[in-house]
Each structure stands twice: as structure tokens, then as C-alpha cells.
């Protein structure tokens, strides 16, 4: 949780205002492989109205899907884990669906789309609403749905799915990135959860 509240109120801004730059690069904006979520801001991390809480059992399935074998998890954790079982039904189909806060596909050898679905937890004002706001990689249809969540208590959890859909890369580029808001709104909209998303095209 703590991770996730440094991660989703990072700022993607100098004091000035003014985008930050890649100092290692090619001197022009950063992006999220060079910057990650942005600089770390402390006063707003105490206080991320959302986030994005991952449990230890989560972490092994999420090796199941990237493919590893039972013995190659068994000597990561030290503990047996029965994959087939992990990944069986909804909730853990395909390869995008580790509760991480931010959002990282790869479209290997001529995918055009995956389904990811993240949950969000409340520890910020209870009876409040959050709406969504994406601005979708180059190229990229980001569907959210539901767009609005809703929660009545502090501590309650509420899950979403993200579609992206990316028929070709961009011109030139084997990548694309953009980025995904959960805005409060009303009198009491202070919080803003802001996710980096990276959509990568691989061929192998």
C-alpha cells in the first residue's frame, strides 16, 4: 500500500510546472521508462485517497503467468504452488492481471489487445466517488470500465477492467505510453490516483 501511495501521487512536473526532462537520454521529456511514475512527492503520498494493494499469493500467480515452472517458483518462494489451479477463472486469465499500480502491456508477435483488472482500495474520505480519466498511448484504445467508483466506507475495495486495444505499433516506435486517473469528485475532490501505463509491441 505504501508503495502505491508514492507511486500513483508522484508528480510528473518540476516545481516550475515544467515537464520533467531525460538528463540520460536524448535531452528532450521524460517518459515512463526513464522516470517511472515521476518524482516522489511525501506530502501527498500520506494521503493517496486510493490504493493498489497486492498480497503475497498474488505475487505467485503472477509468476505462474509469466510462465515459470513449478520447480523455478518452488526455488524463488520456497513453497509448492499448483499453477493450473492458481489460474483457473476470471480473476487471474492471461498475463496482465498482478495488482501493480501501474499498468505495463506487452503485445507479443502480432497481439492486438489484452484485458487487465485492478482493484482499488479506499483510504481516503468514506462516501466518495472517483471518476476516470485516460489519456491513451499513441495508437492505443484504452477502454475502462466501470468509469466512476464508489465507496460508502474507508478500507472498501472496488475492482475496474482496462481493454486496450492497439491494432499496430506507431510509426517508427516498438512502444507507447500514456496514462490512467482516478479523479475525486465533488466538494472533497482532492485526490488524484494517477497511473502510468506502457504499451510495448515484441517480436520474437
Known sequence: MVWSAIMTTAEITDRQGKAIMDGGGDGGRAGVFAMGTGHVSPGRAVDPGLVY??????????????????????????????????????????????????????????????????????????????????????????????????????SEQRSFRVTVDAPSPPAAKDSAEGYLVWKQSGGQGRHVVRSPIAVTWVVE
Do not use: M, W
Open 53 to 154: 494493494d497486492i498480497q503475497p499469493a498474488e505475487y505467485v500467480t503472477h509468476l505462474c503467468t509469466l510462465g515459470y515452472t513449478h520447480l523455478e517458483i518452488f526455488k524463488i518462494t520456497h513453497t509448492g504452488v499448483n499453477c493450473s489451479a492458481a489460474l483457473r477463472g476470471d480473476r487471474n486469465r492471461g498475463l496482465f492481471s498482478l495488482n501493480y499500480p501501474s499498468i505495463a502491456v506487452a503485445l507479443r508477435n502480432g497481439a492486438r489487445s489484452a484485458v487487465l483488472r485492478r482493484t482499488v482500495t479506499n483510504v481516503g474520505t468514506p462516501n466518495s466517488t472517483y471518476a476516470v480519466q485516460v489519456s491513451a498511448p499513441s495508437g492505443v484504445k484504452v477502454t475502462v470500465a466501470p468509469t466512476t467508483l464508489s465507496f460508502v466506507e474507508f
